[in-house]
């Protein structure tokens, strides 16, 4: 469970680079997540930081969820680097989710960096409640 | 959790933010190659010994500091110029299990309190600091004094 008090001191992490493609010039990150569940739906929570929203890519395939993104808010090219201590590039993360998802209805949101997702769970894997009758 | 940790960044005197700052303070502008040696500085690994990891760069006629804070909001953030130091601090807050979650299968991100401190060099002008938040990026513009703004110098045929 995260720590929702926001009072401990954060401490620095080395951001995790997905495994590079040959062609690809710019490293790939793996986002840190949020998966929550509830009856009815997942709410996923993806840091996303410099991403804007044209730059994500959602796929949801059945119970597959594909999260793609670029990195749109990118140092000047003219600015000389004098010091690095993060290292810049987009996000790729992919998760094989226990029931299907309503991909029509998705929602997706971008704030301050952090992708919010509410995938609905399509019909047939819903969880409903079953009235009982007194007999 | 009411009690305001030691950590709690809007809870710390100014002057017992100076006193701290000896010990915690970077020097990143230090190793900046228009006030000391000749050249960028790099370093051999990539991570910083505090939150938020920072990058450094010259634009010309500025400083620029950006650093990753997703999720952090602007009132959440606190850019400060005391004298020559340069802090920055805040909070992230992670948002709590919705109503009616019946599982939580990841838990990755952290919510905490953050504060970084920088010596900047004597050459730049603290009144001119200016900061944004774009979309999760703390981008941070320090200018230089104008003085020492590099300039082209026209070379003018005989």
């Given at each position: 469970m995260a720590d929702y008090q926001a009072s401990t001191s954060l401490e620095p992490r080395q951001k995790a680079e997905v495994e590079r493609?040959?062609?690809r010039p710019e490293p790939r990150f793996r986002p840190d997540v949020d998966i929550l569940e509830s009856g009815e739906e997942y709410i996923v929570y993806v840091d996303l930081p410099g991403v804007d929203e044209r730059s994500v890519d959602i796929r949801?395939?059945?119970n597959l969820l594909t999260l793609d993104a670029r990195l749109s808010v990118r140092p000047d090219p003219s600015w000389q680097p004098l010091l690095t201590e993060y290292r810049l590039g987009g996000f790729h993360r992919?998760?094989?989710?226990?029931?299907?998802?309503d991909a029509?209805?998705?929602?997706?949101?971008?704030?301050d960096g952090v992708l919010e997702l509410h995938l609905p769970k399509s019909d047939r894997h819903r969880s409903r409640t079953v009235p009982v009758q007194a007999g | 959790m009411a009690d305001r940790s030691p950590f709690d960044p809007f809870a710390r005197d100014p002057w017992q933010?100076?006193?701290?700052?000896?010990?915690?303070?970077?020097?990143?502008f230090a190793g900046a190659p228009a006030f000391s040696s000749f050249?960028?500085?790099t370093r051999p690994t990539w991570g910083a010994a505090v939150f938020p990891a920072v990058n450094l760069y010259d634009s010309g006629g500025a400083f620029v500091l950006?650093?990753?804070?997703?999720?952090?909001?602007a009132e959440d953030l606190r850019v400060e110029v005391t004298g020559n130091v340069l802090r920055i601090q805040g909070r992230r807050e992670v948002a709590p299990p919705a109503e009616g979650a019946v599982a939580v299968h990841r838990a990755e991100r952290r919510g905490g309190t953050f504060s970084r401190a920088f010596e900047l060099p004597a050459d730049?002008?603290?009144?001119?600091?200016?900061?944004?938040?774009?979309?999760g990026v703390l981008i941070l513009r320090v200018p230089k004094r104008p003085e020492l703004q590099s300039r082209r110098i026209e070379v003018k045929p005989v």
């Open positions: 493609e040959g062609s949801v395939d059945r992919e998760f094989q989710l226990s029931e299907d998802i029509s209805r998705v929602a997706a949101k971008l704030r | 933010i100076l006193d701290n700052l000896r010990r915690e303070m970077d020097q990143i050249g960028p500085r950006t650093a990753e804070l997703p999720g952090v909001r730049i002008d603290p009144e001119g600091v200016e900061a944004r938040l774009d979309h």
